[in-house]
C-alpha cells in the first residue's frame, strides 16, 4: 500500500506533467470509484478544469484545479497513477482515465478496486489540527498532521502520545487522524531506528524515546521519497517505473534475518491486525 514517500513521489512527478493542463474528458469503468457521484457528474464537474497545482495530503494525491477545488485521489492498496502522453499505451487494470485536450491522458490502474476519487473543496485539506477533533468527519478533512511539516516537533509528539497514552504506539501511528501519511511499512522502519517495541503504550515513552522516534519518522519518510518510494507488488511511480526504497529495509519483510545492529533474528509479529517486524533484542517488549 502507498504510504506518504510513494505518493509524494507521484505528486512531485505529476506536478511537471499535468500542471497547466486542462481536462477534456474523464470516464469511470469502475462505479464505486467517484461514489456518492456517478462518471457521468464527475465528468461534468472536472471538463474544461485546469490542472493548476499537484500536492499530496497524508496519502492522497491532490490534483489542484481551478476554482478552490481539488481532485484528490486516494490509490489504497493497489492504485497506479499513470501519466501517458502516447494515448496508445495499453495499462491494465484501468479503472479511470482523464483525458487532457492536448490528446495526454492520466491513467488510473488499479487491481483490486478500492481506490477512490473526490473532488473536494481545498480548504477542506489544510492542517487543522490545533482545532478540535473531528470523529465523524470524512478522512480527507480530519486529516492529522504532515510528519515531515515543521509543525511536527518533538514537543508536538510528546503531546499526541499523552493524550493518546493508552494506545499501543504502533496503530497509533498508523492512525491517519493523528498522523498523516505514515503506513504499516514506514512505522516499522520508524519503530525499530527509535528501538521502540511496537506493543510499548504511547504513554509509557520516556522523553529521549519520543525524541528518537520523532527523528526515526522523518528520517525513514525523508529517505523513502530520496528512493523513489518502495515497491513491492503494486507501486510504480506516475511513469510506471518502480522505486528503490523496497531494498533499504532494515527490518520490514525480513523475518528470520538477523538485525542490521545487533545480529539478533527478526521476528515477524502481528499487531492489531497488521504484520508487523522488530528485533527482540534491540526492540524490548513492554513487561506490563
Ligand atoms: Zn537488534
Same mark, same amino acid.
Given at each position: ?12 512527478q ?6 497547466g ?7 469511470s469503468? /469502475? ?13 461534468k ?10 500536492? *499530496? ?16 485521489v486516494?490509490?489504497?492498496?493497489? &492504485?497506479q ?6 494515448p ?9 482515465? $482523464? ?27 489544510v492542517?487543522?489540527?490545533h482545532e478540535?477533533?473531528? $470523529? ?5 478533512r ?8 515543521? *509543525? ?11 493524550r ?27 519503530? /525499530?531506528r527509535a528501538k521502540?517495541?511496537?506493543l510499548?503504550?504511547?504513554g509509557?515513552? *520516556? ?12 528520517? $525513514? ?13 503494486d ?5 510506471g ?6 531494498r533499504?529495509?532494515?527490518?520490514? &519483510? ?12 527478526? $521476528? ?21
Amino acid at each position: 500500500m502507498p504510504e506518504l514517500p510513494e505518493v509524494e513521489t507521484i505528486a512531485r512527478q505529476l506536478k511537471d506533467l499535468v500542471v497547466g493542463r486542462r481536462v477534456g474528458g474523464f470516464t469511470s469503468l /469502475w462505479h464505486r470509484l467517484t461514489e456518492p457521484l456517478s462518471a457521468r457528474d464527475f465528468e461534468k464537474r472536472l471538463i474544461g478544469r485546469q490542472i493548476t497545482g499537484v500536492s *499530496r495530503r497524508g496519502k492522497f494525491v491532490v490534483l489542484e484545479l481551478d476554482e478552490g477545488e481539488a481532485l484528490i485521489v486516494s490509490l489504497r492498496m493497489t &492504485g497506479q497513477l499513470l501519466f501517458r502522453d502516447d494515448p496508445t499505451v495499453e495499462d491494465r487494470f484501468v479503472r479511470a482515465v $482523464v483525458r487532457f485536450e492536448d490528446g495526454t491522458l492520466l491513467n488510473f490502474a488499479d487491481t483490486r478496486k478500492f481506490g477512490r476519487m473526490a473532488i473536494v473543496d481545498r480548504a477542506d485539506l489544510v492542517d487543522r489540527t490545533h482545532e478540535r477533533r473531528r $470523529v465523524r468527519e470524512p478522512l480527507h478533512r480530519a486529516l492529522g498532521i504532515e510528519p515531515l511539516s515543521r *509543525r511536527f516537533t518533538a514537543r508536538y509528539l510528546t503531546d499526541l502520545l499523552r493524550r493518546r497514552a493508552r494506545a499501543a504506539i504502533k496503530p497509533l501511528l498508523l492512525d491517519q487522524r493523528a498522523i498523516a501519511g505514515v503506513g504499516n511499512i514506514y512505522a516499522i522502519e520508524a519503530l /525499530w531506528r527509535a528501538k521502540i517495541h511496537p506493543l510499548r503504550q504511547a504513554g509509557s515513552l *520516556r522523553p529521549a524515546e519520543i525524541a528518537r522516534l520523532h527523528e526515526a519518522i522523518r528520517w $525513514v519518510l525523508r529517505k523513502g521519497i530520496r528512493f523513489g518510494g518502495a515497491s513491492r507488488r503494486d507501486y510504480v511511480d506516475a511513469r510506471g517505473n518502480e522505486g528503490r526504497m523496497q531494498r533499504e529495509f532494515n527490518v520490514y &519483510g525480513r523475518a528470520g534475518e538477523p538485525c542490521p545492529r545487533c545480529g539478533r533474528e527478526i $521476528v515477524r509479529t502481528v499487531v492489531a491486525g497488521r504484520g508487523t517486524f522488530h528485533c527482540p533484542r534491540c526492540q524490548r517488549a513492554p513487561s506490563s
